[in-house]
């Protein structure tokens, strides 16, 4: 069994910055790509972020410029940081990951409980 645990959602205002993080815990072989989502109230799951292991990463286009996303593989972790925060980027943000929990396992993907974020003055 795999978990994604994420911390570091809060309340900021606009133009601050906040850093998620995700951790992903339990039988793991390999994680290929490892990334964020976010749901804002009423609308449909986004992706913010993804990165492949040695790969460039993707970001939305609403996020270019502003957000970065890093991996830490020893430790099976996955970073966002979040600058110049708009009140748009308010969002519960969901870590993702595909993984492979075993050498010739099929790849499965999990998904973190999630964090708030919300940005408010």
Known sequence: QVQLVESGGGLVQPGESLR????????IFSINPMG????????????????????????????KGRFTI??????????????SLKPEDTAVYYCYAVVVTAFGASPRAYWGQGTQVTVSS
Do not use: F, H
């Open 70 to 83: 890093s991996r830490d593989i020893a430790k099976n972790t996955v970073y966002l940081q979040m600058n």
């Open 20 to 27: 998620v993080s995700c951790a992903a815990s339990g039988t």
């Open 36 to 63: 964020w989502y976010r749901q804002a109230p009423g609308k449909q799951r986004e992706l913010v972020a993804i990165k492949t292991s040695g790969g460039s990463p993707n970001y939305s286009d609403s996020v």
